[in-house]
């Protein structure tokens, strides 16, 4: 490749496949992105192995089920797409199967006689991938990997500088509603996030004009709610009749990818929900320890955009419950006292530093 020549594609050809994966034996991946200690909003961005753009787990089946479901009966609640973005959704699902073919062999192949076709194994389900397409090409990439897919396109609005929600498909929004933030701009997209405007704005558009196709990152997230609904369209509830059960409690933890595609230069941004039962972290008392202190730290405003008022009550006496006076080694009551680099080992999963923000689309 020249200087000034542009990749067309974006190439994987260095990832390693693996044959013998197991989805059913695969357990979803175990994040704790949260830091003991004073809130500071930032980014939190580390790069993103080329092999760990898609990940596949056990929740596969049960999770692409429930997005047929979505596509059958709530199409334009869980899709949205702009007319400017029909190209870079044809990228996209480019480069989701191309992704898939080469990384889970076992589970993705071209099938025998039929050009242009993909094969999904883990659904049995067969899907046209190159023109004249039987399905929109976002509908068949978000019937492929498991997470959500959205695409984000320069000067597509009144801010040439500017990116713009153009196409999505969220089967796991945050309290919003897709139908409505299709078209949004970034910081439209954030400003109901206090001081987001303040601390990250800038930084966050300095961002997206200088992601380069060659290097993908990734971050973590997570919010805290009271019940088990994947598709939350409403606004989370800013009180309840009665408080919540420890049981009820949820974390909702995100893991959120960023790419350049190389063709159109529309960022691609997915992001994978996991909800984590509360309960789940009894035995962890390092993870409770430091999620408590990290919720005692958030400044009145994030409290109150968060709802910590809803559920702190239930949470704070369960802490109790469990870690009595526990501190993890070297670390006073106040949160602080253990260097970065201890946080990091026993928090981190998938490699880098994990650092909270207060945001997600």
Same mark, same amino acid.
């Not at 971050?219 to 009820?248: C, G, V």
């Not at 509360?278 to 009145?300: F, G, H, Q, V």
């Not at 419950?321 to 006292?337: F, I, K, Q, R, S």
């Given at each position: 490749?020249?200087?000034?020549? &542009?990749?067309?594609?974006?190439?994987?050809?260095? @990832?390693?496949?693996?044959?013998?994966?197991?989805?059913?034996?695969?357990?979803?991946?175990?994040?704790?992105?949260?830091?003991?200690?004073?809130?500071? +909003?930032? +980014?939190? #961005?580390?790069?993103?192995?080329?092999?760990?753009?898609?990940? !596949?787990?056990? /929740?596969?089946?049960?999770?692409?089920?429930?997005?047929?479901?979505?596509?059958?009966?709530?199409?334009?609640?869980?899709?949205?797409?702009?007319?400017?973005?029909?190209?870079?959704?044809?990228?996209?699902?480019?480069?989701?199967?191309?992704?898939?073919?080469?990384?889970?062999?076992?589970?993705?192949?071209?099938?025998?006689?039929?050009?242009?076709? !993909?094969?999904?194994? #883990?659904?049995?389900?067969?899907?046209?991938?190159?023109?004249?397409?039987?399905?929109?090409?976002?509908?068949?990439?978000?019937?492929?990997?498991?997470?959500? @897919?959205? *695409?984000? +396109?320069?000067?597509?609005?009144?801010?040439?500088?500017?990116?713009?929600?153009?196409?999505?498909?969220?089967?796991?929004?945050?309290?919003?509603?897709?139908?409505?933030?299709?078209?949004?701009?970034?910081?439209?997209?954030?400003?109901?996030?206090?001081?987001?405007?303040?601390?990250?704005?800038?930084? +966050?558009?300095?961002?997206?004009?200088? *992601?380069?196709?060659?290097?993908?990152?990734?971050?973590?997230?997570?919010?805290?709610?009271?019940?088990?609904?994947?598709?939350?369209?409403?606004?989370?509830?800013?009180?309840?009749?009665?408080?919540?059960?420890?049981?009820?409690? =949820?974390?909702?933890?995100?893991?959120?990818?960023?790419?350049?595609?190389?063709?159109?230069?529309?960022? #691609?941004?997915?992001?994978?929900?996991?909800?984590?039962?509360?309960?789940?972290?009894?035995?962890?008392?390092?993870? @409770?320890?430091?999620?408590?202190?990290?919720?005692?730290?958030?400044?009145?405003?994030?409290? /109150?955009?968060?709802? &910590?008022?809803?559920? %702190?009550?239930?949470? &704070?006496?369960?802490?109790?419950?469990?870690?009595?006076?526990?501190?993890?080694?070297?670390?006073?009551?106040?949160?602080?006292?253990?260097? %970065?680099?201890?946080?990091? =080992?026993?928090?981190?999963?998938?490699?880098?530093?994990?650092?909270?923000?207060?945001?997600?689309?």
């Amino acid at each position: 490749m020249t200087f000034r020549a &542009r990749r067309r594609s974006l190439d994987f050809s260095n @990832i390693e496949p693996l044959p013998f994966f197991d989805v059913s034996k695969t357990k979803p991946r175990r994040y704790r992105p949260w830091k003991a200690g004073k809130y500071n +909003m930032t +980014m939190g #961005i580390r790069k993103m192995p080329e092999e760990d753009w898609l990940v !596949i787990d056990n /929740k596969y089946e049960e999770e692409q089920s429930f997005r047929r479901y979505l596509l059958e009966n709530q199409r334009d609640g869980v899709m949205q797409v702009r007319p400017c973005a029909e190209e870079a959704c044809e990228e996209a699902l480019d480069c989701i199967v191309n992704f898939l073919i080469k990384r889970y062999p076992s589970q993705f192949q071209y099938p025998k006689g039929k050009s242009g076709y !993909i094969y999904n194994g #883990i659904t049995n389900r067969t899907f046209k991938v190159t023109k004249p397409y039987e399905q929109h090409p976002l509908e068949v990439a978000a019937q492929l990997a498991m997470e959500d @897919i959205n *695409l984000l +396109m320069k000067g597509s609005g009144q801010d040439a500088r500017n990116y713009y929600l153009q196409a999505s498909f969220s089967m796991a929004p945050a309290g919003w509603y897709i139908s409505e933030r299709i078209g949004w701009p970034l910081w439209k997209i954030h400003s109901p996030v206090p001081i987001w405007d303040v601390k990250l704005r800038t930084a +966050m558009e300095k961002f997206f004009l200088g *992601l380069k196709v060659s290097s993908p990152v990734q971050r973590n997230n997570y919010f805290i709610q009271t019940n088990d609904t994947m598709f939350q369209q409403e606004p989370f509830a800013d009180s309840l009749p009665t408080p919540p059960r420890i049981e009820e409690i =949820r974390i909702r933890c995100e893991r959120q990818t960023l790419r350049r595609l190389p063709r159109t230069r529309a960022v #691609i941004f997915l992001v994978r929900t996991y909800l984590i039962p509360m309960t789940d972290l009894r035995d962890e008392k390092d993870s @409770i320890y430091c999620l408590r202190s990290a919720i005692e730290a958030w400044p009145e405003e994030i409290a /109150k955009y968060k709802g &910590r008022h809803v559920w %702190a009550a239930v949470f &704070r006496f369960w802490c109790k419950e469990v870690l009595g006076d526990y501190a993890p080694e070297g670390m006073g009551n106040n949160g602080v006292g253990v260097p %970065a680099e201890e946080f990091e =080992r026993k928090q981190c999963v998938d490699g880098g530093r994990v650092r909270t923000a207060g945001a997600r689309m």
